[in-house]
């Protein structure tokens, strides 16, 4: 990895509906700024981050899915978004039907961080908004990342998260409710056991992030000073301190 490559990060767990697409959209709106251009990669075929950011559903190809598996130029398919300095290369149904089509080609792990080398010099950050399995697309987008947010919204998917350690940037709770106190008892003990690994920020149960995808703006856009958008803020800035000292750990 030169210099000049994008740090590319997935926001993974294999469990549905933790609040992957809602750390993604919001992280990434976090991150970009004038001299940090993101690009958010949608790759699950609900297209739900590219929804939140207001494509139509109607106007999701081409897609992540185009050029993972038709060999669609990918520099023609991402598209600029409301925030500036984010740009998005969408989700969209043609993902479903990834594993099938990806079986055939050689080197498929390989997919997609093959087709992001094509444009490594356009971003500093690139962010992928995982799927919720472990499908050859999953698969695809530990093999491209740096770095693995690992979400954490109960108790039961610790191990799997543990296993990639090695490349685990961090482990984050969210959708974290304070009138839950087992809960808060489990947060403890992690924190006590695996201290490090676990950003210190969490990310509450908020109306605010409940209701911002229908709006199609962003936490920041939303309710910019809700203690949500303060959270994603602090995120980033965590995100930015780890990723410094893991990059001077490397080499
Ligand atoms: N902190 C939060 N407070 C309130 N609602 C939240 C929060 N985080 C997520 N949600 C809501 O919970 C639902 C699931 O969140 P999200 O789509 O981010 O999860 P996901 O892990 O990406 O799901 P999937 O596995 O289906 O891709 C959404 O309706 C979202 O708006
Ligand atoms: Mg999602």
């Known amino acids: 990895m030169t210099d000049k490559s994008p740090v590319i ?8 509906g933790v609040g992957k697409t809602t750390t993604a959209v919001n992280l990434a709106a976090a991150l970009a700024a004038p001299r940090r251009k993101v690009l958010l990669v949608d790759l699950d075929s609900q297209a739900s981050a590219s ?3 207001g494509v139509d ?6 897609s992540s899915g185009s050029c993972l598996l038709h060999e669609f130029p990918i520099v023609q398919a991402i598209r600029a978004t409301p925030v500036p300095h984010l ?5 969209s149904v043609e993902l479903a039907n990834a594993d099938v089509a990806l079986a055939e080609v050689k080197g498929r792990e390989l997919t997609l961080k093959n087709l992001l080398q094509r444009v490594r010099q356009r971003y500093e950050m690139i962010m992928l908004d995982c799927p919720p399995s472990l499908s050859l697309i999953g698969v695809n987008a530990l093999v491209a990342a740096d770095g693995l947010v690992s979400l954490l919204a109960s108790l039961d998917t610790v191990r799997t998260r543990l296993g990639t350690k090695g490349r685990l940037l ?6 974290v409710d304070p009138g839950r106190p087992a809960a808060c008892e489990v947060r403890n003990r992690l924190r006590a056991q ?7 920020t969490e990310i509450m149960m ?3 992030l409940e209701e911002a995808p229908a709006g199609a703006r962003t936490i920041f856009d939303h309710a910019p000073r809700s203690r949500s958008a303060v ?6 800035g965590e995100v930015l301190e780890r990723l410094r000292s893991t990059r001077h750990s490397k080499r």
Do not use: Q, V, Y
């Not at 990060?9 to 549905?16: E, S, V």
């Not at 201290?195 to 210190?200: K, P, S």
């Not at 959270?231 to 980033?236: G, M, N, Q, S, V």
């Open 231 to 236: 959270a994603f803020r602090r995120l980033a």
């Open 51 to 53: 929804l939140w950011l």
């Open 9 to 16: 990060i997935a926001i993974a767990n294999t469990k549905g």
């Open 206 to 208: 908020s109306r605010a």
């Open 87 to 91: 740009d998005l290369l969408t989700g």
């Open 170 to 175: 961090g482990i984050l709770f969210t959708m």
């Open 194 to 200: 695996f201290r490090d690994e676990i950003f210190h």
């Open 57 to 62: 559903r109607a106007r999701l190809k081409p």
